[in-house]
């Protein structure tokens, strides 16, 4: 009987052992997949990172305007004058009186540096009728970054007797019988915007206010 032995053939690959390295092909391959992966996982970590700062500067942006909406109610709703709004020296002014006659404020926008156009700053001053502040005199702050074009005016005054500002359609034939401000100011902070339009009434006034005030004092001229 004949037995017949198998040998393998010499150009059959070799069983792989666990001491064996990679191919410079499998290295490039592994390279290139983990590269494409980074590229993908790196994209994503900026877009959130995007969209997280967006969010924090436009939540600012309005909390800033929340808090100025705060300060502009608690003062203008008992203010017993108002001035018409004017401007000197780039920024824009507007004047009021608080219940008594004698507590003067004044709203004070000042625009930012030279060729910037959302670094406007709102202050708020208060003094007493016959001491006004000095010339430069800075107020409190109560927003920054203020957008300084294509909002114009900030400031507008509604004098007693005088429509709404919406005087078409219904109610245009309401008149107010108290002095109101119209206060209009859009706040941006990196990428985010925020904006105020907002008509407060002030209802010490009437139409025996009178037209002067002895706060005018604290505007420059």
């Not at 108002?82 to 004044?106: I, K, M, N, R």
């Not at 990196?190 to 505007?219: H, K, M, V, W, Y």
Request: hydrophobic residues 35%; aromatic residues 10%; contains cysteine.
């Amino acid at each position: 009987m004949l037995f017949f032995s198998r040998r393998p053939c010499p150009s059959s690959p070799r069983p792989r052992s666990d001491d064996d390295g990679f191919s410079l092909a499998e290295v490039m391959v592994t390279m290139g997949i983990m590269s494409v992966l980074m590229v993908l996982f790196t994209g994503a970590i900026l877009q959130v990172y995007r969209t997280v700062n967006a969010t924090e500067t436009l939540s600012e942006a309005q909390a800033q305007l929340g808090r100025a909406f705060q300060t502009f109610d608690r003062q203008l709703r008992y203010a017993s004058w108002v001035s018409a709004p004017g401007t000197f020296g780039g920024a824009t002014y507007v004047e009021f009186a608080g219940p008594q006659l004698t507590d003067c404020y004044q709203l004070r926008l000042e625009p930012g540096p030279a060729g910037s156009t959302d670094k406007g700053v709102l202050q708020l001053l208060n003094w007493t009728a016959g001491s006004p502040p000095a010339a430069g005199t800075r107020g409190r702050t109560i927003a920054s970054q203020i957008v300084t074009t294509g909002v114009d005016p900030y400031f507008d005054r509604q004098s007693v007797g005088a429509a709404p500002y919406a005087s078409t359609g219904v109610g245009q034939d309401f008149t107010t019988a108290f002095q109101r401000l119209r206060i209009r100011l859009t706040t941006r902070s990196g990428a985010g915007t925020a904006q105020i339009d907002t008509t407060f009434t002030a209802l010490n006034t009437s139409d025996q206010t009178p037209a002067t005030n002895a706060c005018s004092e604290g505007r420059p001229s």
